[in-house]
């Protein structure tokens, strides 16, 4: 059990975590969400004791951190998976810290193959993988079979497999009585992993509940609507019937209608009653992705802009037209980088949460690129729907 | 901000909440559990190897080489102690000596290693403290080897060219004084190391501490700095190993075994500081 409370840290006059309250139970994974530099690290390392807080306390049960009798078999952390001498072996450096703890030598290879690093024990860490690194710090974690465990961003650097492998570790962890305490900025990973989420941004609490309550909390399911393209007034119709009927109607770029505040088999009868065919009406569900943007769409410290190549573009040799993409080649979108100022909306990457150059559906509206008939802020402007279920 | 919380049917404040408990039994940790443990982290690094090797190849082999060069001449040797020419091997060895000591700490800082390692040991002055005895043990046997093998041979070498044969107090003075001396040196370093927190800074900062008297003291020339000058060269780093040997470069000062205590209070007091700092600075 973690309890911190009024947990404040400030650097300067930067406050870094701000009067952070919060219980981290034992038996389950509690998620600590966040933007970057919205204070996770701050507030592991000060649950950890290595930060004195400003103000507040954070206690492991009922003790802070320094005053724990046998402190390292009681909490297990992986802070930052590169804190390790590079030119030590893993064996030798999970052995350092098992000396320190009075732990015996040979739990040292048997975390070595909890994490499946035997091969590598004997070599420098200096050599190490990302992903070799994270599995080094978790090893280290483990050492003491601890009672409460906190990882900063274990996934960082891992293989889909290493992801898997992390995943079923927490849960399994958790599902024997411990406590486990797992900061990430990866939603998907949390929506799969954490059964409690503690959302935090600019160092404040946003958010201290189960993740099914997070997300029917902070994300409004909404209907799609579309109707045949080739009768405009048709859509016209519908939108005031749905509207009179109480329904809230927005129309999407592509000519479908979203629509929230009306069950779907009302909205088919609406339909039916004005006369209006559809050719589709389907449920979305918003995902906790969704849900953690719309909640930290304020907060975020680190905002990229677009990418404006300002005075840098060269005039295109005569006759090389614009690339064409490979249809099937690359992520579409998600990490498509910005479109050259003269590929036109043949580069125009599908809207996503991270395709900059389209007005982003979460983000605060941005000073550039939004089109006038584009309302900022609107309650319900998610593109990218995956109507599964998000656990 | 409030805290929405679910409600849990067993919320009943600590105690009794479902826990785990290690079948691995729970030992009470104590400095020798730390001291274990950086003597396996000291002796796991190359860096270790690297500055001891090269301590040990300055002293050895430069008084080896300055006992043979003046061995096979036919200097007359008379009056002098020979165990004098293991001072140039060991005023440039006391580099790596400081070296080492700044590493011990800083290094961890620079990996980030450090809050691992003060999370496995809250206890920060334990940490502290199982360095210092590491590194001094360490420091001082390798010294102490280096130094009593250098002046065997020294004395072996010069045997012939009517060199005094030292007395109980030069032997005990150019062995154990000087490695005495060079530890404290080295944990003064070390200590250094912990305040400043980066390695390059730390080394750089203690082989100024090193040479710069010395060197600042060369261009004093004016009648009215004479006597600071005086203090400069009688107090550098350098003159004070010289006294070991009994070669003072001045015949005023610190004499027989003050600077072993100056060393000592120096730094006594750089590890209360570093002390400090560790318990009040954030990780």
């Not at chain 1, 840290?9 to 406050?15: A, E, M, Q």
């Not at chain 1, 930290?296 to 905002?303: A, K, L, S």
Request: glycine share 10%; net charge neutral.
């Amino acid at each position: 059990m973690i309890e911190a409370v009024g947990l404040t840290k400030r650097y300067g006059d930067k406050t870094a975590v701000h009067n952070l309250s919060f219980q981290v139970r034992p038996g389950a994974v509690t998620g600590f969400l966040g933007p970057n530099g919205s204070g996770k690290s701050t507030t592991m390392r000060m649950i950890l004791g290595l930060d004195n807080p400003t103000a507040g306390h954070v206690t492991i049960s009922g003790h802070p951190y320094r005053q724990l009798p046998n402190a390292p078999r009681h909490v297990g952390a992986l802070l930052d998976a590169k804190a390790v001498h590079g030119g030590r072996s893993a064996r030798n450096h999970l052995l350092s810290l098992a000396q320190l703890s009075g732990i015996p030598a040979r739990r040292v290879d048997e975390v070595l193959g909890v994490v499946g690093l035997q091969e590598v024990a004997g070599k420098r860490s200096k050599g190490f993988s990302l992903g070799m690194g994270q599995r080094l710090g978790i090893a280290a974690a483990l050492l003491g079979d601890p009672q409460v465990l906190l990882f900063d961003e274990p996934v960082n650097g891992l293989d889909p497999e290493g992801i898997l492998w992390v995943r079923n570790l927490m849960k399994a962890l958790a599902a024997e009585g411990r406590t486990v305490f797992v900061s990430s900025h990866l939603m998907s990973e949390m929506a799969l992993t954490a059964d409690h989420l503690i959302v935090i941004g600019r160092g404040q609490l946003l958010a201290d509940m189960s993740v099914t309550d997070f997300i029917s909390a902070n994300s409004a399911d909404f209907a799609r609507v579309r109707t045949p393209g080739t009768e405009p007034q048709a859509r016209e119709k519908l939108t005031s019937a749905l509207t009179e009927a109480g329904g809230h109607v927005m129309p999407e770029q592509d000519g479908a209608l979203r629509v929230t505040g009306l069950p779907l088999p009302r909205i088919s009868d609406i339909a039916h009653e004005a006369g209006v065919r559809l050719w589709e009406l389907s449920p979305h569900q918003a995902s906790l992705e969704e849900a953690y943007m719309r909640m930290t769409q304020g907060v975020v410290d680190y905002r990229s802009t677009d990418d404006q190549k300002a005075g840098l573009h060269q005039v295109p040799p005569p006759g090389a037209g614009p690339a064409v993409p490979v249809p099937g080649q690359g992520q579409p979108g998600w990490y498509a980088p910005p479109p050259p100022q003269q590929g036109g909306p043949l580069f125009a990457p599908p809207p996503g949460p991270y395709g900059a150059p389209q007005p982003n559906p979460y983000a605060q509206p941005a000073p550039q690129g939004q089109g006038p008939g584009q309302p900022a802020a609107a309650p319900v402007t998610a593109d990218r729907t995956e109507p599964e279920d998000p656990r | 901000m409030s805290t929405p919380q679910p409600p849990l049917p067993q919320a009943a404040p600590r105690p009794p909440y479902p826990g785990y408990t290690s079948p691995i039994p729970v030992v009470r940790t104590h400095l020798l559990h730390a001291v274990a443990s950086e003597w396996t982290k000291m002796r796991s690094v190359r860096s270790t190897m690297w500055t001891l090797g090269v301590f040990v190849l300055l002293v050895v082999g430069i008084g080896v080489l300055a006992g043979a060069v003046v061995g096979s001449t036919t200097a007359d040797m008379s009056g002098s102690n020979p165990l004098e020419l293991g001072f140039f091997g060991l005023l440039l060895g006391s580099m790596c000596l400081i070296t080492l000591g700044v590493l011990t700490t800083a290094s961890e800082y620079g990996t980030g290693m450090v809050r691992t390692t003060m999370t496995a040991c809250p206890s920060r002055g334990r940490v502290l403290a199982a360095k210092a005895v590491v590194f001094f043990l360490v420091a001082f046997v390798v010294t102490l080897v280096s130094t009593t093998l250098t002046a065997v041979v020294q004395v072996a070498l010069l045997e012939g060219s009517g060199a005094e044969s030292p007395g109980g107090e030069d032997w005990l003075k150019a062995t154990v004084g000087v490695s005495l001396y060079l530890a404290l040196l080295g944990l003064a370093s070390l200590a250094v190391g912990s305040i400043i927190r980066h390695s390059a800074g730390a080394i750089t900062i203690m082989i100024g501490v090193l040479l710069a008297p010395l060197v600042i003291a060369l261009f004093m020339f004016t009648d009215s700095l004479k006597d600071v000058q005086q203090a400069l060269f009688e107090y550098s780093i350098p003159n004070q190993l010289s006294i070991f040997y009994a070669n003072s470069l001045s015949d005023s000062g610190p004499s027989g075994w003050d600077p072993l205590w100056m060393v000592l209070v120096v730094t006594a007091v750089a590890f209360g500081l570093a002390y400090a700092l560790l318990e009040r600075r954030d990780v």
